[in-house]
């Protein structure tokens, strides 16, 4: 047996609460009024790749990029070969995903069974977040890869408490493509292994596959999109010092260098207050009164 979320009433239509969402995207849109054939940030980075894939037929990444980026340049190949290449259109394109992601977070918010307006609450405040307007109209990679992990996240936990080959399987593969967007979507399927052998005790042939097939797709994938890299046109150079670093680093945790323990729960401290600073308004909005012990987590 699963432990199962408290069912949540709905008292508002959850089509409105996403009309309001994506008329909230399209303000802020509006607002800012991202115009201009130009790169922004780092964003020239990935409209390269775009380019070259128009013109090589290949999918090529610069030396400067880290992320995979696969879904987010043949997206950006597909809209250029309809609309031609300016930066505007990818803008566009990314719009269009950053209205998915907030779908996707709307929907992960309901699924954790939060009340439709409060899981509208939540969402407006992820859009809330300084950085979302940036995100959101650049050709950055940030929304693509949590519009994937989102969407698999939700999937997920439906599978967790009301198991489906169908949920299970799709949030499988959209959890592997945003692995080829960017890695770190790799804590989505972690994530479910560790909460689905939690919660089935029982560590079957059959439970372990269902808890470990999702990570092993995810890593079948990532290691087939490095080979092609390898193999073709070349492994960024910023990729390949990331993952030095990245092993480096993990390899100083494993073997308990001086001192590194520490420096690693800072890190951890750090990031937590930062993220928690986007997060004081729902809070205050949401309050703690009445929320059970499991909604209290989830929604922190």
């Known amino acids: 047996m699963t432990a199962r979320l408290p069912q949540a009433k709905t008292t508002t239509s959850d089509w409105l609460c996403i009309a309001l969402l994506v008329a909230i995207q399209i303000v802020v849109t509006l607002l800012v009024s991202p115009r201009g054939n130009f790169g922004v940030n780092d964003d020239w980075t990935y409209a390269q790749s775009v380019l070259w894939l128009i013109g090589e037929h290949r999918v090529r990444l610069s030396p400067w990029a880290t992320p995979n980026l696969l879904p987010q340049v043949l997206m950006g190949g597909f809209a250029t ?76 936990l439906r599978a967790i408490h009301h198991f489906t080959r169908r949920a299970w399987a799709t949030a499988a593969i959209i959890a592997a493509i945003g692995m080829l967007e960017r890695q770190m979507v790799i804590v989505v399927p972690i994530a479910f292994a560790v909460a689905w052998l939690w919660n089935y005790r029982q560590w079957t042939a059959r439970s372990l596959a269902v808890a470990l097939a999702p990570l092993a797709l995810s890593l079948l994938a990532v290691l087939g999109y490095q080979a092609y890299l ?10 390949q010092q990331v993952y030095a670093l990245f092993v480096g680093e993990f390899w100083k945790v ?37 929320a059970t012990r499991t909604v209290r987590t989830l929604g922190l």
């Open 230 to 239: 390898t193999l073709g046109p070349g492994v960024p150079e910023a990729q």
């Open 81 to 156: 070969a309809i609309f031609g290449f300016s930066f505007e259109v990818l803008r566009h394109l990314t719009q269009i995903v950053a209205i998915g992601a907030t779908i996707a977070a709307y929907a992960w918010f309901r699924t954790v069974r939060l009340q439709a307006q409060s899981a509208l609450a939540a969402s407006t405040a992820m859009l809330a977040m300084p950085s979302w307007p940036l995100l959101a109209n650049s050709f950055m990679s940030d929304l693509y890869g949590l519009a994937f992990a989102l969407a698999a996240a939700a999937l997920f």
């Open 254 to 290: 494993v073997t308990g260098a001086e001192g590194y323990g520490g420096h690693v729960i800072d890190n951890a401290f750090t990031l937590g207050g930062y993220i928690g600073l986007f997060i004081v308004g729902w809070v205050l909005w949401w309050g703690m009164r009445g």
